[in-house]
């Protein structure tokens, strides 16, 4: 490692959330060091996760994403910001890095002791016909927030199309949606959200085409139409849909090129290796944000996870770190939430179809509480799916969809992970309760009993998934709808019996034993006490998991209305 006489001398790649962090954090561990940033864009500090809301209009100024100057930078923390600067390359054996001032082209050599990467990612443009064209847009900095707000309003805009359903693209989409424009949102996969498990993406779509949007799923864009500007966007399927503006939200790529130039090691994950100090394979290179690999806390391995909150995390430990500090980064959860007009969706943790890649033996439950008191005015019923390991019980992952309460629990359980509890540790929770704001059994809690109960084997569960591959692959069983006989002609699963739990106890009579029997009700409450009841008089049988409420999010095209033949006990 180089020492120095003079003063250390910290340079900083990249600004934004990573960077900013880092060379802030730098100056508060030494009062001594000189700290520049050389920023390539026209903002040193800004907000990107505002970005849609600008466009929007909920964020009417674009000064209001801005979260530090150049010239606040320089009063506060003495720290050199110089815009429009590129540093295109590291000379790792002299300690300096070239930088081109991108206004007059100049190019210089400066010199470093200690060198913090946070050059960020760049949007995936896929190499389509028309790509280029004026009314095409990615939404990743101000300038690109600025210029389409402006097309709006200058083209009078009246269809837009949205290219890829993550977070970006949601939020887009309800960004055109609440200023009337007619909007298209196409994405590859057959569902919304792909960090999310589909049946728990299924309420977003059911309500954005409520809202008015047309959605495109399992669609793939093959052109962008137009002679000037944009006039459409062409489908692999042939279809056209007109429209003025585009925006193209498929995901992020790391800006890799100074890193792999250098020599520097890159992870199978695609990303700069650091050790848990940020620190890259030179030790005096540290890397942080969307650039970089860190360690998932529930899985071991190593992610790339190209999120705000730990980019920030990870730029101050880098900072700290290369000002002479010692502090590190455990890893990562991985947390994230998304509105989608009038609906919350939030994931911690893995997805069931992300444990099983990691090679757990997952264990599913669902439960659909309301987000505060039922007897208090306004409460809306939360989607909750939580993942544990089916082995120890441990909390894996968790995603949430409703109206309200949805950050208040999808936090909750993003702590649990991070503290490595288990499903019966959901149990014993004591959080705040009030009518307005909970229940007495908080829905985070509810979840612990539902999903520590079939843990500990005191009930035996069937997801709706699981159920429905039963059903179609014919195998014999039966399925009995617990609800009052209202409920069941209401909707209710194809091939299902009205068997109400008040006259279940006098019905048995009629229960043949001979075939497994699945039971449910609307949320899975009722039908845990009918188990209870079938179980005790010798009856194999599940309880479906979430009920008919999930089902039937899982599900909206396998739902029978009416009465079928009478069932049991009416």
């Not at 466009?55 to 979260?67: A, K, N, T, Y």
């Not at 930078?73 to 001032?101: C, K, M, P, Q, S």
């Not at 944000?289 to 730029?315: F, H, I, M, Q, Y």
Request: glycine fraction near 10%; include cysteine; proline fraction near 6%.
């Amino acid at each position: 490692m180089q020492m120095r006489t003079e003063s250390m001398r910290i340079l900083v790649v990249g600004g934004v959330a990573a960077g900013a962090s880092a060379a802030t954090k730098a100056r508060r561990a030494n009062e001594d060091a000189e700290i520049v940033i050389f920023e390539r864009g026209p903002y040193v500090s800004f907000a990107n996760c505002g970005l849609p809301y600008y466009v929007s209009g909920e964020i009417q100024r674009m000064e209001d994403l801005l979260l530090m100057t150049p010239e606040r930078f320089a009063e506060r923390f003495r720290i050199d910001v110089r815009l429009y600067h590129e540093v295109t390359g590291i000379d790792r054996e002299a300690h300096t890095i070239e930088v081109r001032d991108l206004r007059s082209g100049r190019t210089s050599l400066e010199r470093y002791d200690r060198l913090i990467l946070a050059p960020g990612a760049r949007p995936i443009l896929p190499p389509l016909p028309g790509i280029t064209l004026p009314g095409v847009f990615t939404l990743t900095t101000v300038p690109d927030a600025e210029r389409l707000r402006e097309v709006i309003a200058s083209r009078q805009v009246r269809r837009a199309v949205v290219v890829g359903a993550g977070f970006i693209g949601l939020e887009v989409a309800e960004a055109f949606l609440k200023q009337g424009i007619e909007t298209h949102l196409v994405e590859k996969l057959p569902q919304l959200m792909p960090q999310m498990d589909a049946e728990m993406a299924a309420p977003l779509a059911a309500h954005l085409v409520d809202r008015g949007a047309h959605l495109h799923l399992g669609a793939e864009v093959a052109a962008f139409r137009g002679g000037v500007e944009l006039e459409g966007v062409e489908l692999a399927s042939g279809e056209l849909l007109p429209a003025e503006v585009a925006v193209v939200s498929i995901g992020v790529r790391p800006e890799l090129g100074l890193a792999v130039d250098a020599g520097l090691e890159i992870g199978a994950a695609g990303g700069v290796v650091v050790d848990e100090r940020m620190r890259t394979s030179d030790p005096d290179i540290y890397a942080c944000g969307d650039v970089v690999e860190v360690v998932s806390l529930v899985t071991g391995r190593r992610v790339r996870l190209p999120l705000a909150g730990p980019a920030n995390k990870e730029g101050r430990v880098a900072g700290a770190n290369a000002a002479g500090g010692d502090m590190t980064f455990p890893g990562v959860v991985g947390t994230s939430i998304v509105r989608v007009c009038d609906l919350t969706a939030a994931k911690t943790g893995l997805s069931e179809r992300e444990a099983r890649l990691a090679g757990f033996d997952p264990l599913v439950s669902y439960t659909n509480p309301m987000d505060h008191a039922g007897y208090y005015p306004g409460g809306r019923r939360l989607a909750i799916k939580l993942v544990a390991d089916r082995q120890t019980g441990r909390v894996l992952g968790a995603q949430i969809v409703g109206a309200q309460g949805v950050d208040k629990r999808i936090d909750v359980l993003a702590t649990a992970i991070y503290g490595g509890m288990s499903v019966e540790d959901l149990e014993g929770l004591d959080l705040a309760y009030a009518p307005p704001y909970s229940s007495a059994k908080d829905p985070v809690i509810m979840a612990g009993f539902v999903a520590a109960n079939e843990w500990r084997g005191e009930v035996d569960v069937v997801t709706p998934l699981e159920l429905a591959e039963r059903l179609d692959g014919g195998e014999p069983l039966r399925v009995l709808d617990v609800r009052t006989p209202e409920e069941y002609e209401d909707g209710h699963i194809p091939g299902a019996e009205s068997a109400p739990l008040e006259r279940l106890r006098d019905s048995l009579h009629r229960i043949e034993k001979s075939l497994p029997i699945t039971v449910y009700c609307l949320v899975g409450y009722r039908s845990y006490h009918a188990c209870k009841i079938l179980a005790h008089h010798g009856y194999q049988v599940r309880n479906l998991s979430g009920g008919f409420m999930t089902w039937s999010q899982a599900f909206p095209d396998r739902v029978v209305r009416g009465r079928e033949p009478v069932g049991i006990g009416r």
